[in-house]
């Protein structure tokens, strides 16, 4: 049985968490996949925008609880094998990634959703980062989770546990945005039809751009965006751009 599936349609690459007996928790064998599927879809020319998804009514429990028990008192807990890795995959990912939450997330599959780019979410999911309640901590999620959440609602919801709704994860920054059930895959497809109409060089860069050019001093970084400006303009990527705004057609990178 397979606890990952994959998909390419329309320059959309859709990887899908299906394991819904145990609400798609991050099990080694769903972490292994997971890493399969995202190596693919960074690896396909055709893919260019990555969709992260799940079936069932939970995206993600977090880590599948049964496999953290320590064996003969060692402490062994498989999910930090790969899981910093996958995080880091999409985090750096040079094509954009959308999460499309099916449903709720807890725990670790908060770390899944703060490492896209975007997250779309029902207004009826719910969130919680319930590792103190465990006697255990949002260690490795906290790399990611940290960069979207305001500070005073991290230091709330972390060490509280305490559920909150779609509505209140978009006004901290978990997620993009919390629509009616009904509107999900519009709200997906809405994003990744404009994310296909961006250079995939541009977009790559400009997720750089997000991340790095807040902790540049002001004059660093109007050195460094002033030679970045020159090199794109004049690039491959720039030069079609142009030509086909003042030739009135889409650019190439634009057609499916």
């Known amino acids: 049985m397979t606890l990952v599936h994959q998909d390419l349609a329309a320059g959309v690459a859709t990887i899908t968490l299906d394991s819904p007996p145990?609400?798609?928790?991050?099990?080694v064998r769903l972490l292994g996949e997971l890493r399969e599927r995202l190596d693919w879809a960074l690896a396909e020319p055709a893919a260019r925008v990555i969709v992260l998804t799940a079936t069932g009514r939970v995206f993600c429990s977090g880590a599948d609880i049964k496999e953290q028990r320590a064996a003969d008192g060692k402490p062994d807990a498989p999910v930090t094998a790969s899981f910093p890795e996958i995080l880091s995959l999409i985090w750096e990912s040079p094509k954009p990634v959308i999460c499309r939450l099916n449903g709720t997330a807890r725990a670790g599959g908060l770390g899944l959703v703060a490492a896209c780019d975007f997250a779309v979410a029902p207004v009826t999911a719910s969130f919680a980062f319930t590792e103190v309640r465990l006697g255990v901590v949002p260690a490795m999620i906290s790399v990611p989770v940290l960069r979207r959440l305001d500070p005073r609602a991290a230091a709330e919801y972390f060490l509280t546990g305490e559920v909150f709704d779609a509505a209140r994860a978009a006004e901290i920054g978990l997620i993009s945005k919390a629509v009616p059930e009904e509107e999900?895959?519009?709200a997906v497809a809405h994003y990744a039809d404009l994310l296909i109409k961006g250079a995939p060089e541009a977009l790559a860069i400009?997720?750089?751009l997000v991340r790095q050019v807040p902790a540049m001093s002001f004059p660093e970084g109007l050195r460094q965006?002033?030679?970045l400006s020159a090199e794109r303009f004049t690039s491959e990527e720039g030069q079609e751009g142009i030509a086909a705004y003042m030739e009135k057609r889409p650019p190439t990178w634009a057609t499916r």
């Open 225 to 227: 965006m002033t030679t």
């Open 206 to 208: 400009t997720k750089q």
């Open 184 to 186: 999900l895959d519009a």
């Open 22 to 27: 145990n609400r798609n928790a991050l099990s």
